[in-house]
């Protein structure tokens, strides 16, 4: 496994927030509705995961590094995790477990819906992204996982359902979203990679080291 260190380092930082997020709300610290922040701050954390996850390939693109890569899948798998504990503080929460409530919200709240299904999209996900997955599918894996970009526009959906009340904020991270798909058209990729190795020959060319 590369880079076993920082990738301890990601698991314990991802892993420590909801801890933090939770011991706000046993100290009263999230104001009078800790279940709401609780069901907002997962679901928030859940899509920026899942952004970060996406950036990782157009900066191995734009730094040359590999190391990116390394760290795609860990931040693809928490995204899920954040997404599934989003689900199960709205349950607690918002409905205290009443699954036959929740039922009723998938037909007649849409945005509930909508997160369901990018759920499940997550779920397909997570489950088909071990090396035996790979292995098995062939080249349908990557037909496969093309779907977390249909994925990530039902979330942003969701969330503009979710946060009408403060559209900046929503705005902010689709402009991220979109700045992240519009670098894998194939134009892009190569504008990011012809930036990037200008950017590394400057500053291989400004070592002194290099000039002996």
């Known amino acids: 496994m590369r880079y076993p260190r920082w990738r301890l380092l990601l698991f314990v930082g991802i892993a420590s927030v909801p801890c933090y997020w939770l011991y706000l709300g046993a100290i ?31 900066l191995q693109t734009l730094t040359g590094w590999s190391g990116w890569i390394a760290f795609r899948r860990q931040l693809g798998l928490w995204s899920f995790g954040y997404a599934v504990l989003h689900l199960a503080a709205y349950l607690y929460f918002l409905l205290g477990l009443d699954f036959t409530g929740f039922t009723a919200e998938l037909v007649d709240r849409p945005y509930i819906a909508v997160g369901a299904i990018a759920l499940l999209g997550l779920l397909a996900l997570a489950a088909t992204s071990t090396r035996w997955s790979m292995r098995k599918l062939g080249k349908r894996w990557k037909k496969l996982h093309r779907i977390i970009y249909p994925v990530l526009l039902i979330v942003l959906l969701h969330m503009l359902w979710v946060v009408r009340a403060d559209a900046g904020r929503w705005a902010a991270y689709a402009t991220v979203a979109a700045m992240l798909l519009l670098a894998r058209l194939p134009v892009m990729k190569k504008r990011l990679s012809m930036f990037g190795r200008s950017k590394r020959g400057r500053i291989i060319g400004s070592n002194p080291e290099n000039n002996h």
């Open 28 to 58: 009263a610290a999230l104001g009078p509705d800790p279940g709401k922040v609780l069901v907002d701050n997962l679901g928030q954390g859940a899509l920026v995961l899942l952004l970060c996850s996406l950036a990782m390939t157009p």
